[in-house]
């Protein structure tokens, strides 16, 4: 059962910088997960922004974010990172890291998703 938990959120003005870490549980086994970042700001469904494999391979973005946020897999920590760079105020959400369904259109989560308590991402000036 693998387990991730999210980290790092804050306020940040315009057009900054932040970086997200979804710590996960068991990561160096033969086992191998998808795994993704996801969104929902206030009265909006959620949505998939990044999603790749533990096992690495692809990874794979929402148009909203594409060229603006990386998914960065480090295998010595057993994290999963957002970086977020050039953040627009309707980046504002809840973000979460979870088990997923993704390939090249679609990030969606799946029958072993499970939600854990996000972190907070606010831009504004």
């Known amino acids: 059962q693998l387990q991730l938990e999210e980290s790092g959120g804050g306020v940040v003005q315009p057009g900054g910088a932040l970086r997200l870490s979804c710590k996960a549980s068991r990561f160096r086994d033969q086992t191998f ?14 949505e998939g922004v ?39 105020p309707e980046d504002t959400a809840g973000y979460y890291c979870a088990r997923a369904v993704c390939n090249e259109k679609t990030i969606t989560s799946g029958i072993r998703t499970s939600w854990g308590q996000g972190t907070q991402v606010t831009v504004s000036s």
């Open 50 to 88: 990044a999603c790749m494999s533990t096992g690495g391979g692809p990874t794979y973005y929402a148009d909203s974010v594409k060229g603006r946020f990386t998914m960065i897999r480090d295998v010595a920590s057993n994290t999963l990172y957002l970086q977020m760079n050039n953040l627009k």
């Open 33 to 46: 997960y998808i795994v993704a970042w996801f969104r929902q700001a206030p009265g909006k469904e959620r």
